[in-house]
Nanobody, 124 residues
């Protein structure tokens, strides 16, 4: 069992930055790939970024590439999402998730444990 708790969301003006954190507890955090997704009202959950267990490979949605950076600190059982140059269309609830299997990093259906989400609001 893995428990995930996100933090760092909030209200920011367009062009600003936020850093989200996801603290994990439970077994073998360092063995699992981690991902960030986002979802707004009436929308499907959307892939944002993912990172392999070692941090050696990262993946990004085209909409955030060059603006967002995912990283992890296995000693702290924490994964981060640094978000720069934020836009109003980045407004959503952001979720972190962990996956146990080595299949696609971009599909939410492949993730096994989810946090409760943190709200990010970008004003224009």
């Amino acid at each position: 069992q893995v428990q995930l708790v996100e933090s760092g969301g909030g209200l920011v003006q367009a062009g600003g930055s936020l850093r989200l954190s996801c603290a994990a507890s439970g077994r073998s955090f360092s063995s699992y790939a981690m991902g960030w997704f986002r979802q707004g009202p009436g929308k499907e959950r959307e892939f944002v970024a993912a990172i392999t267990w070692s941090g050696g490979s990262t993946y990004y949605a085209d909409s955030v590439k060059g603006r967002f950076t995912i990283s992890r600190d296995n000693a702290k059982n924490t994964v981060y999402l640094q978000m720069n140059s934020l836009k109003p269309e980045d407004t959503d609830v952001y979720y972190c998730a962990t996956k146990l299997r080595s299949d696609s990093m971009r599909s939410s259906f492949n993730y096994d444990y989810w946090g409760q989400g943190t709200q990010v609001t970008v004003s224009s």
